[in-house]
């Protein structure tokens, strides 16, 4: 294709009132690459200047903690994500967001509340907890191709099956709420973008939207105005605790992609609630973990379709469709009207350089991304950083002087907030 038609992909959109210079986010993934404190590491701020510095215009934080509560603690320290509950991770997000603003992106952090059913005791001895108490049970068929995930969340901390949650409290529900809107406030504090309150993929959230693993009968189960009250108090807590000014998207499977999970046509409804109680956007993902192959997708612009419809049917809110990694097709979903924009996650780590070269007319010179999840998801199963078998760089940026040496400001173009601005 000719440059012209990817032009559409380097217009700038207006996120509520962040300006992104182009339609192209990051996807949130979990690297392991914090250090053990599960605060910003050297290696990430590296690892995210690299796609800031490829070109991207949104970079989305890959879930972060937003509760010391065990049930959101106990998989999350365990599995080396960040957290955000405390002044002592201010530095390391400060930080993480002026690196990313030097290199010319915009950036805003998943905020999540816990595993749910996925959780694991392992390390921990904690166990997880759910909406009811059932276990989630992933079928091989269900699974993506090129690696054995069966026998690969055997050998990590997610056992498949067998290990039954506990039914979490109501008064354990309004801490976890609670605790998503100080995270959230100190997200705004740090000088991040924005937040986006992780409810995809089987998470906590995640599963009391479905009516698969949503058995309650009081006020949180039933309906779908009672399955989507958690989503709906999460959204109102960070409204009210960042103010009506501060970016807040969510980030929802379009389809559960189960026999009695929440299809489409629930998830429609699900964002228009979240809409009406605050959020400014959504992006999308597709599936749970006991249907990963659509949460990572086979095939590209997997989710493209559902996209359009739910873009279709909230009218003027930005959506962003996850999975579009070839530049013709991300170029057609935006164009068509499909999506807002596109996010690229496992793409990104093959080649951080992806927006430059569709920019650049270079698409042709794009390392392509094969899905195999043997060095990046396959290793984030097992508690390992993340590599790429197609680049060596992933995961060593912090060794490579490009990445982990930024440009200093002039004080004329820094500007630091006064206590009244926050």
């Known amino acids: 294709m000719e440059l012209a038609s990817h032009d559409v992909l380097f217009e700038p ?8 210079k182009n339609r192209i986010a990051m996807a949130p993934m979990n690297m392991c690459y914090t250090d053990n404190d599960n605060m910003v590491s050297d290696q990430q701020l590296a690892y995210y200047a690299a796609r800031a510095l490829g070109g991207v215009g949104l970079v989305v934080v890959e879930a972060v903690g937003a509760s010391d509560h065990e049930t959101c603690m106990g998989t999350y320290a365990a599995y080396k994500n960040l957290m955000l509950t405390r002044p002592t991770h201010l530095t390391g997000m400060a930080e993480l967001a002026e690196t990313v603003h030097t290199c010319g992106s915009k950036i805003i952090v998943q905020i999540a509340i816990g595993p749910g059913r996925q959780g694991t005791d392992a390390y921990t001895g904690i166990q997880p907890v759910a909406p009811s108490p059932i276990a989630w049970i992933p079928q091989p068929d269900m699974m993506p191709p090129g690696i054995d995930f069966m026998k690969t969340f055997e050998l990590g901390a997610h056992p498949p099956g067998g290990l039954v949650p506990r039914e979490i409290t109501v008064e354990e529900l309004e801490i976890l709420v609670r605790d998503l809107g100080e995270s959230a406030k100190l997200a705004r504090i740090a000088d991040l973008d924005g937040v986006e309150i992780h409810a995809p993929h089987g ?6 939207l479905s009516p698969r693993s949503n058995k309650r009968t009081d006020k949180y189960g039933g309906s779908i105005e009672n399955r ?6 999460c959204v109102k807590s960070v409204r009210a605790a960042v103010g009506d000014d501060y970016l807040l998207t969510v980030r929802i499977s379009a389809d559960e992609h189960m026999p009695d ?3 489409v046509d629930e998830t429609i409804e699900f964002c228009k609630m979240a ?5 400014d956007g959504i992006h999308l993902s597709d599936g749970c973990y006991e249907a990963m192959k659509y949460f990572l997708p086979v095939e590209d612009g997997q989710v493209v379709e559902e996209s359009g419809r739910i873009k279709a049917a909230l009218g003027e809110v930005p959506v962003v469709c996850p999975s579009v990694h070839n530049p013709d097709l991300a170029a057609e979903t935006v164009s068509s009207g499909k999506a807002d924009m596109i996010s690229i996650g496992r793409g990104l780590l093959a080649d951080p350089e992806w927006p430059n070269k569709v920019k650049a007319g270079r698409a042709k010179d794009i390392v392509k991304c094969t899905r195999c999840n043997k060095g990046c998801i ?6 390992l950083p993340a590599r790429c078998i197609l680049n060596p760089e992933l995961g060593q940026e912090k060794y490579i002087a490009k990445y982990n040496t930024r440009p200093v400001l002039p004080l004329k173009k820094r500007v630091w907030k006064t206590l009244a601005e926050y």
């Open 203 to 208: 998470y906590l959230i995640h599963s009391f």
């Open 228 to 233: 989507a009250r958690l989503l709906v108090d």
């Open 261 to 263: 999970g929440f299809h």
């Open 378 to 383: 396959s290793r984030f199963v097992l508690g």
């Open 13 to 20: 959109i207006m996120l509520k009132n962040v300006e992104v």
């Open 275 to 279: 809409v009406a109680a605050g959020a």
